[in-house]
């Protein structure tokens, strides 16, 4: 090697350096040798040398943001059952997974019995989403208003609201799963429709629920706020509802020792 290739050989490295890229002196001799032996192009060099270091920076990204959803359990399409209830239609779940609604802020309302498998899907979904650089929050009904009703008598609600408000998808899971929210906190209603307002036309969200649509109001216990909630949430939101046995019980469950 002489020295003028030697002297833009340490120019490179001092570049990467500058630019936090964390290439190896041994990694730039590899790739130099490889693009001497294989006539590659700037192109192919460049790909060769950055390749790597972007899908290891894409991965950490994705484990961030994945730890910052706070699944209840980390679940895929792939590790679901669909043989077991074949009324329901795994394509319109793949298609969720590509996250097209949510670039579109489309909302998405999942209802069904508890057992039949709403959670596993729906973290299935935001387990894709978080993949496709989407930032995630999933959390059950009862988790965000014990947390809201906190910040209402810490006079923190509005900071609250706010956090609710920045993620690209929200996944409120088991809403309606019983009524002790509602007798935990008598504003339950009232801060489960700021959450949705503050988000109306700003992100998507997956409500999971085992209350119909029309039921929403005797659940709430108030009808002109379930009606201005389901303006906000139901109005061009896709609507899914599964029937069926429970997929829960019909699992394998794991030895025992």
């Not at 009606?227 to 109005?235: I, N, Q, T």
Request: aromatic share 6%; charged share 25%.
């Amino acid at each position: 090697m002489d020295r003028k290739t030697t002297t833009l050989r340490e120019r490179v490295l001092d570049h990467l350096r500058v630019l936090k890229v964390p290439v190896t002196d041994e990694a730039l001799n590899h790739l130099l040798d490889a693009a001497e032996r294989e006539s590659l192009s700037v192109l192919a060099a460049l790909d060769q040398l950055l390749g790597e270091q972007a899908a290891r920076h894409r991965d950490r990204a994705i484990a961030r943001r994945i730890t910052a959803a706070h699944f209840a359990e980390h679940q895929t399409l792939e590790t679901f059952n669909w043989a077991f209830n074949k009324t329901i239609p795994r394509a319109q779940y793949e298609q969720l997974a590509t996250g097209d609604f949510i670039r579109r802020r489309t909302n998405v309302v999942l209802v069904g019995q508890s057992g039949v498998g709403k959670s596993h899907l729906m973290q299935a979904v935001g387990l894709s989403a978080c993949a496709l650089g989407h930032r995630v929050c999933y959390t059950t009904s009862a988790q965000m208003l014990t947390q809201l009703t906190a910040a209402l008598a810490d006079k923190s609600l509005r900071d609250t609201l706010k956090r609710y408000a920045h993620w690209d998808l929200l996944i409120i899971d088991e809403f309606g799963f019983d009524r002790i929210e509602r007798q935990d906190s008598p504003q339950a209603a009232h801060l489960l429709y700021k959450v949705i307002a503050n988000r109306y036309q700003k992100g998507s969200t997956i409500l999971i629920t085992n209350v119909e649509v029309d039921g929403w109001t005797a659940y709430l216990g108030d009808a002109p706020l379930a009606m201005a909630m389901l303006d906000r949430l139901v109005d061009g939101a896709v609507i899914i509802r599964i029937k069926g046995p429970s997929y829960r019980a019909h699992r394998p469950k794991a030895p025992t020792a």
